[in-house]
């Protein structure tokens, strides 16, 4: 567990408390805090679905709806058509504007009180912590709806699929580049071919079981039999950031080790900045040149790392 984790629920609690989460009461405005929620984002955001209300505060449908309807009831909000004539669209009303206004003056005194007390460096530390933490509770909500499993034979089309989508997003499409290996059709067949000396995993939705990513690792052509090479790492967009590419690093890397590997080496690209980040920070190191032949002669990156 990491040392942060105590801390972190300890000050969430306070949190919790300081802000009057915990009291069975109406916010001083007279609302409840999803009421509250539903009207700033409604400010900020403009007309907004109940659907996209519900995903904006993590209340599922049925509880947005009841929020929505006592707004309507204090004549806060009204609903408008949509661009579909059954779907209907909530908009903040002139009283509502009146009434986040208020709201908005009362909290943000609430907070400078607070924030009062602290230094500039001490408030610019806050700003950053919370939005960091928030940013981490989110990335983690979203990535349990995704799973790592092995790749199976019926996952050929949609793997393929993932290779020839993301690579041309880097320009690297054409010969010289990953995208052309004939592996990439069928890459079950390709990494089973090879036994325990190469696996390949994917990513998939839990909620269609799709595939939304892959990587794997391989004997590297042309190199000696202790070192392999790192192949075939795409994630589509949406799972950037979630932690998702660290989890399949490390799988790749640990089944690397176990099939008597002791050195993993990896091509990209320069303008994969994320990429080369996420290899640093699992302590790859770059090299000047090219190993083994891959035939890869469009890649102009290259990274390894000793295997333990």
Not at 107 to 132: I, K, T, Y
Not at 203 to 208: A, G, P, S
Request: glycine fraction near 10%.
């Amino acid at each position: 567990m990491f040392t942060e984790v105590l801390p972190i629920r300890r000050a969430s609690r306070e949190l919790v408390r300081e802000l009057g989460f915990l009291v069975n009461q109406p916010e001083p405005s007279g609302l409840t805090h999803p009421q509250c929620h539903v009207l700033i984002e409604l400010g900020e955001r403009g007309p907004l679905s109940q659907n996209d209300l519900a995903s904006l505060l993590r209340l599922d449908k049925s509880r947005i709806s009841r929020v929505v309807a006592e707004l309507l009831a204090l004549k806060l909000v009204r609903k408008d058509k949509g661009s579909d004539a059954r779907s209907r669209i909530v908009t903040l009303g002139a009283t509502g504007r009146t009434q986040l206004a208020c709201l908005h003056a009362d909290s943000n005194a609430r907070v400078e009180m607070a924030l009062a007390v602290l230094s500039p460096d001490e408030r610019s530390a806050a700003v950053r912590g919370m939005g960091l933490y928030a940013r981490a509770l989110s990335r983690s909500r979203r990535r349990v709806e995704y799973a790592i499993r092995a790749v199976k034979k019926q996952d050929a089309a949609a793997v393929a699929a993932l290779i020839r989508t993301v690579m041309p997003e880097f320009g690297a499409s054409g010969p010289g580049y990953a995208i052309m290996d004939p592996e990439v059709d069928d890459m079950h067949a390709f990494y089973n071919a090879h036994g325990r000396r190469a696996a390949y995993w994917v990513i998939v939705r839990n909620e269609d079981g799709s595939v939304q990513g892959g990587g794997g690792f391989a004997p590297l052509t042309g190199g000696d039999k202790k070192t392999c090479e790192l192949r075939k790492m795409y994630l589509y967009p949406e799972l950037r950031g979630l932690g998702l590419g660290s989890e399949l690093l490390a799988m790749c890397m640990k089944g690397a080790t176990n099939a008597g590997f002791r050195t993993m080496y990896l091509e990209t690209l320069t303008n994969m900045s994320d990429a080369q980040a996420l290899y640093q920070r699992n302590g790859f190191t770059r090299i000047s040149g090219a190993k083994g032949n891959t035939g890869h002669s469009g890649c102009d990156t290259f990274y390894e790392r000793k295997l333990v």
